[in-house]
């Protein structure tokens, strides 16, 4: 069983700052890319920002220069720091993480409950 757990939301000031943290656990034998998604009300969910296991990393143009993802290999941790948080940054955020389970397992790509994040204005 693999479980992703995020944690770090909650209500902010816009300009404000939060830390997002998402952990793997479970039986895994290593990880690949890990992100971030968003889903606001009434829209698709969205990239927000993802790294690869050689820590190369993608954000979405909205997000540039505001959030920066990270992550602790050994914890199996993915992190997203989001600064100067907007309005149109409230949404539900989830953590996702493409694994193998063991040595020879297909990669399979695991999803978070989500969090909820909320910027007033």
């Known amino acids: 069983q693999v479980r992703l757990v995020e944690s770090g939301g909650g209500l902010v000031q816009a300009g404000g700052s939060l830390r997002l943290s998402c952990a793997a656990s479970?039986?895994?034998?290593?990880?690949?890319?890990m992100g971030w998604y968003r889903q606001a009300p009434g829209k698709q969910r969205e990239l927000v920002a993802a790294?690869?296991?050689?820590?190369?990393?993608t954000y979405a143009d909205s997000v540039k220069g505001r959030f920066t993802i990270s992550r602790d290999n050994a914890k199996n941790t993915v992190y997203l720091q989001m600064n100067s948080l907007k309005p149109e940054d409230t949404a539900v955020y989830y953590c996702?993480?493409?694994?193998?389970?063991?040595?020879?397992?297909?990669?399979?790509?695991?999803w978070g409950q989500g969090t909820q994040v909320t910027v007033s204005s």
């Open positions: 790294i690869t296991s050689g820590l190369s990393t």
């Open positions: 996702n993480a493409d694994l193998r389970r063991t040595l020879r397992s297909t990669i399979v790509l695991y």
């Open positions: 479970g039986s895994i034998f290593s990880i690949n890319d």
